[in-house]
């Protein structure tokens, strides 16, 4: 019987098991996950959200604090729109992130950072210049360009010495969307070495409107690999979001796609970045614990846990410290929405904002629990402890479960 490890994705004359783990923000996909994917032959992802404060946890470097004293004055302010990130400090966050993960890895996997369009930073094009350039000069393998339509990422990256070695790819999650992205950096002469089509079962951010549930994943993985068989276009599709068991990839790669990103699965291993408490929350989910809301100040829906801290907090806006949302004018929609709360309850406490979440300083603090439609499985793919909780993982386990399972079985942890 056929198993994904019959399949090999290719780049050049270069072989990969053809499983990628994807980003997942902030730090939840660590570097120790990545060099794990890559250990076993496949690649594996470091996010590039809010490095500057993973390197200060990772390195005791202390650039988040030094940006709150810069910015202190501001704290009672409403408009942040003033803060501004450091470039310097950005490239240097960058490259230690980097260049230590490069430095560990052994293997002939590869790593490639997911750099999401949508962390606008108070200075759209310069930050995503600094933090795309700084992350191939600190010896990424590749790039995974997500969270945005990013017509002009190429352009910011083509006067890069690596811009043409290094693996370049995109989320996508419609054939139109690729489209577009082709048809803009057609100049450049440079085709993505990879596209990457994310369907609407996916963690994070969703690259559809509320009407998710009405797309298929399947569905646009046909779409887009016809698009680019018509157009003659030699490009791996890798396809994501929902697939579960090796069963799930293997009917993915006989359809055309050349590998399959996987997250959810992962939240659960010893590897990510989660704390243990919050594992335990993802294996205990059930299917109705799990929702798709407008709460990310992103403009994209995103789904997480209905108990995840992050709803309904009215918390003070982080931007002296974090700020990774404001858009190119300093504005964010949660600052909006709190300000309006605060102007509602003017002597209140505390107030609760629930249209809208201080995403930085939630997913900093691993409160906003963004998951995977499939979430609710993972209690299927391990062992509950006397204790009544469940065991982790690790992730050779669960890349070798996907790598060599039949029969839509999944192995359970020894
Ligand atoms: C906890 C979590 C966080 C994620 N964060 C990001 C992110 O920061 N950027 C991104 O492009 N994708 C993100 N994703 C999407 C994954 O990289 C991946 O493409 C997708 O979740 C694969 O589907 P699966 O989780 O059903 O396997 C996240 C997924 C999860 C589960």
């Not at 072989?15 to 890559?38: H, Q, R």
Request: with cysteine; net charge neutral; glycine share 8%.
């Amino acid at each position: 019987m056929k198993c994904v490890d019959d399949f090999r994705l290719k780049f050049g004359k270069k072989e990969f098991v053809p499983i990628l783990v994807g980003g997942m923000g902030v730090d939840i996909s660590t570097a120790e996950l990545a060099l794990e994917a890559a250990r076993l032959g496949g690649i594996g992802h470091l996010s590039d959200a809010m490095v500057p404060d993973v390197s200060d946890r990772r390195f005791d470097t202390s650039f988040v604090k030094d940006k709150t004293r810069f910015y202190k004055y501001n704290i009672d302010n409403s408009d942040k729109s003033i803060i501004k990130f450091d470039l310097v400090v950005l490239a240097e966050a960058t490259r230690r992130h980097v260049e230590a993960t490069m430095q560990a890895k052994r293997s002939e996997g590869m790593i490639f950072v997911n750099c999401m369009e949508k962390l606008t930073m108070n200075a759209p094009r310069e930050t995503l210049r600094v933090r795309m350039a700084s992350a191939l000069d600190a010896g990424i393998d590749g790039i995974t360009l997500s969270a945005g339509l990013h017509l002009g990422s190429f352009g910011l990256l083509a006067d890069h010495p690596r811009f043409r070695d290094a693996k370049l790819g995109i989320i996508v999650s419609s054939v139109r969307a690729l489209q577009l992205f082709l048809r803009k950096n057609a100049k450049l002469n440079r085709l993505p070495d990879y596209v990457i089509v994310e369907g609407p079962l996916a963690g994070g951010h969703l690259g559809f409107g509320m009407d998710w549930a009405q797309y298929d994943l399947a569905t646009i993985v046909a779409e887009i690999v016809q698009h680019l068989k018509t157009e003659q276009l030699d490009i791996p599709v890798i396809a994501a979001g929902g697939i579960f068991t090796g069963s799930d990839a293997l009917s993915f790669l006989e359809n055309g796609s050349a590998a399959v990103q996987v997250a959810t699965r992962f939240t659960v291993s010893n590897e990510c970045g989660l704390p243990d408490k919050v594992k335990q929350e993802y294996f205990k989910a059930s299917e109705d614990d799990i929702v798709v809301n407008t709460i990310s100040p992103t403009g994209y829906p995103m789904r997480m846990l209905k108990n995840t801290p992050a709803i309904g907090s009215g918390i003070r806006p982080g931007c002296e410290s974090y700020g990774y949302l404001l858009d190119g004018n300093g504005k964010c929609d949660y600052i909006t929405a709190y300000n309006r709360e605060v102007a509602l309850h003017p002597d209140a406490k505390t107030i609760s904002v629930m249209d809208k979440t201080c995403l930085c300083t939630h997913m900093r603090n691993f409160n906003c629990w963004t998951c995977g439609h499939t979430t609710y499985r993972l209690k299927d793919t391990t062992h509950r402890l006397e204790d009544g909780s469940y065991q982790m993982l690790s992730a050779e386990h669960i890349f070798k479960d996907y790598q060599f399972s039949v029969d839509q079985k999944i192995a359970l942890p020894g």
